[in-house]
């Protein structure tokens, strides 16, 4: 075995800085419930904004909005985001944020071509 192995045997359950940093970093069940609660309300407001006539030309930002709402608790809750370092959020951020941002040029590209071809 080597010597780095070794130390790291005797270190591992005797109160080392990573195992202590790691328990107190992530909550505890009542989290994760108060987080399916607001998930649920969530999706209630998602059912009553398709079903609320009066809110049906507002319909798609909101349903927009909401879904936002409910993947930023996901990813940072049930993903463990909110407790990571950094560097897996960015890991996981830029990826998403670059999807984005190909989607959105990908609509204005064909909002645009839908407008000056004539269709």
């Known amino acids: ?4 192995a070794i130390e790291h ?11 202590a940093a ?6 505890g069940w009542q989290v994760y419930s108060l987080v399916a609660v607001v998930l649920i309300i969530l999706t209630a407001m998602e059912i009553g904004v398709f079903y609320a006539p009066s809110l049906q030309a507002w319909l798609v930002p909101m349903l927009i909005v909401l879904a936002i709402l409910k993947f930023i608790l996901v990813a940072g809750f049930y993903m463990h ?10 890991l996981f951020a830029f990826p998403l944020l670059l999807a984005c941002m190909i989607c959105g040029s990908l609509m204005l ?6 407008r000056h071809t004539g269709y």
């Open 1 to 4: 075995m080597s010597d780095h």
């Open 9 to 19: 045997d005797h270190d591992h359950g005797h109160g080392g800085h990573d195992d």
């Open 22 to 27: 790691h328990e107190h970093a992530h909550p």
């Open 81 to 90: 985001l909110k407790y990571d370092g950094p560097v897996f959020t960015t």
């Open 109 to 114: 590209l064909f909002l645009y071509l839908g």
